[in-house]
Nanobody
Framework: QVQLAESGGGLVQAGDSLRLSCAAS????????IGWFRQAPGKEREFVAA????????YYVDSVNGRFTISRDNAKNTVYLQMNTLKPEDTAVYYC??????????????????WGQGTQVTVSS
């Protein structure tokens, strides 16, 4: 089972940018789909973006499409989430996840096998 560790969260103002990183270790992530999810207090965990580890397929939730970009660096076993034009409603704990069952990517939490501990993103107005 792959182990994941998120980093890059912080406190920013509306309109600012952040880049989150998801570093994988323990086992090769070749053939995995990688996703980013977020969870605000009192709300369910929400899909944000996903990418296939080997291929070029990417997916975004409509609310972040055009502002967020998911990418990968295979040599570093790392997936990134570049977040631009941040809004207060983006405030949440952001998690990365991996799935061996859906290597082309997935959008539901139940489709993922491994999860990181999360990194807090807070956007002030």
């Amino acid at each position: 089972q792959v182990q994941l560790a998120e980093s890059g969260g912080g406190l920013v103002q509306a309109g600012d940018s952040l880049r989150l990183s998801c570093a994988a270790s323990g086992r090769t992530v070749s053939g995995y789909g990688i996703g980013w999810f977020r969870q605000a207090p009192g709300k369910e965990r929400e899909f944000v973006a996903a990418i296939s580890w080997i291929g070029d397929r990417v997916y975004y939730v409509d609310s972040v499409n055009g502002r967020f970009t998911i990418s990968r660096d295979n040599a570093k076993n790392t997936v990134y989430l570049q977040m631009n034009t941040l809004k207060p409603e983006d405030t949440a704990v952001y998690y990365c996840a991996a799935t061996v069952r859906y290597p082309l990517g997935a959008t539901r939490t139940v489709e993922y096998d491994s999860w990181g501990q999360g990194t807090q993103v807070t956007v002030s107005s």
